[in-house]
């Protein structure tokens, strides 16, 4: 192990893994599992859904990559937010971030586990969430190298799979596969019109579609730990609208135009899973499963890296464990990881030997955090501008139309969260993720004030030293 004070994380992340990474990072379970609910709920609107929240999460990496470039670190917004708004948010959110991370390894691990024990029903599910958070825990402790080129396949074939049902929804749609039962954009307008739910059902949507985008920020993270982060960070985000386009929106008009929205097996089946049966295409059960065992696979190796890399600059900000920020000679956090591993293990055997409600529980005090780094990092771009040109700072990116369209986002995601509060079958998982919130603010103003205090004291000290010399 290095000494602590030497501790530095890799540059071994190359330009592909992180290009890969910025491509198949949009493309998590949460669209595959979420599509068919998301219509299903607005009918062929959720398409306007998906665009409001697509826009959204555009502006928000918009703001994320002009600090990003300027300042790449492991610890992202947290690190920005504390210089921004103050140590307590960069505490707070950085905590809070970490938290969402770690919750996120038991549920990939058991989605995982019920597509394998499907196919080796004799093999118990939990055997196999834990096997695979194992695998992936490996993959984690290896030099980061290692994390980008698992992920660079993952991520590859996740962007060919998502492809290619463009491609074959697109001649569908065109009337030019002659085995398929569907074609044409009819089912946009039928069965009740384009917004068969009215416009009520389109924010409802998007309140579902939010959680989907969870996790495209991680390219800035990422990015810290390539050759050159700020070329990754620029391209990263300037690409992030017509990948947003493209995947969700695109997969999303295709399945609307050929699965009509009242089908009740788009929730069953699943949205993608349907479109392809209607189409025509043989074991699409089966290449769905995979393509979700893929997406899940990925989703849980980032978010080992993601805890692991946010918790390590917590560490090096003194708001977690100095021991934390160890690094082995190759530049790899492995306790960092093994912490949040172990938290994670935890987390897993909570779910499937503790009592239902418990697992529950934790899981709903993560609902509105993505909402909150959104928030968070939207603040601190409207404050670290102004730190920027005071110190003549060169932006390559910038967010648009500052400060309004910042503004803008605020005021937004304020409604957002508010309206959350207000509907009764959101607000139990917003009251407890507001606890929760309020109790990591509680302990960063604690931990703020000792570390105050310590180091007071160690000023009086060193003063009376002084003068008894």
């Not at 369209?405 to 139990?428: D, H, K, N, P, Y």
Request: with cysteine; net charge positive.
């Amino acid at each position: 192990m290095q000494h602590i004070e030497n501790a530095r994380l890799s540059s071994g992340l190359k330009q592909r893994h992180v290009t890969m990474m910025s491509l198949g990072g949009v493309i998590g379970a949460g669209l595959f599992l979420g599509a068919g609910i998301a219509i299903s709920n607005a009918g062929p609107a959720a398409i306007i859904a998906y665009a409001l929240t697509g826009a959204l999460v555009a502006l928000v990496m918009r703001m994320l990559g002009e600090m990003a470039v300027a300042m790449p670190d492991s610890g992202s917004f947290s690190t920005y937010a504390d210089q921004a708004i103050g140590h307590w948010a960069g505490f707070s959110i950085g905590w809070l971030y970490w938290w969402f991370w770690v919750l996120v390894i038991p549920i990939e691990a058991t989605a995982a586990a019920a597509i394998l024990n499907t196919w080796m029903p004799a093999v118990p599910t939990w055997v196999f969430a834990l096997g695979i958070t194992s695998l992936l825990t490996i993959s984690n402790l290896l030099p980061v190298k290692n994390y980008g080129e698992f992920e660079f396949w993952l991520s590859m074939l996740k962007v060919i799979a998502i492809v290619a049902f463009l491609g074959l929804g697109a001649a569908a749609i065109m009337g030019w596969l002659p085995f398929s039962s569907v074609s044409g954009v009819s089912k946009l307008v039928s069965n009740g019109g384009f917004m068969p739910h009215g416009v009520g059902a389109i924010f409802s949507a998007m309140l579902a579609t939010m959680f989907c985008f969870v996790g495209t920020e991680i390219i800035t993270i990422a990015a810290a730990e390539s050759d050159d982060p700020k070329a990754q960070i620029v391209k990263a985000t300037n690409s992030v609208i017509w990948r947003i386009l493209l995947f969700y929106l695109g997969s999303v008009f295709i399945i609307s135009s050929l699965v009509a929205w009242d089908d009740p097996l788009i929730r069953s089946h699943g949205a993608y899973h349907r479109t392809l049966e209607l189409i025509g295409l043989p074991n699409a059960r089966l290449m769905i499963d995979v393509l979700i065992l893929v997406a899940v696979a990925s989703a849980l190796n980032s978010a080992l890296y993601t805890a692991s890399r946010m918790v390590f600059s917590l560490a090096s900000r003194g708001d977690a464990p100095r021991l934390l920020t160890r690094t082995d000679a190759r530049g790899t956090p492995r306790l960092a990881v093994l912490a949040s591993t172990a938290v994670g293990f935890l987390m897993v055997f909570a779910n499937y030997f503790l009592p239902e409600y418990v697992f529950s529980f934790l899981l709903s005090t993560t609902g509105g955090i993505g909402l909150l780094v959104y928030l968070v990092i939207a603040v601190s771009q409207l404050r670290m501008r102004a730190k920027f040109r005071a110190k003549g700072v060169a932006l390559p990116i910038r967010m648009w139309l500052y400060p309004w369209l910042t503004w803008a986002v605020i005021v937004f995601i304020c409604g957002i969260l508010l309206t959350m509060i207000w509907r009764e079958e959101q607000r139990c998982e917003m009251l407890t993720t507001g606890a929760l919130a309020v109790g990591v603010v509680a302990a960063a103003l604690i931990h703020q004030w000792l570390r105050g205090r310590r180091v007071g004291q160690g000023a009086r000290s060193a003063g009376a030293a002084a003068r008894a010399a």
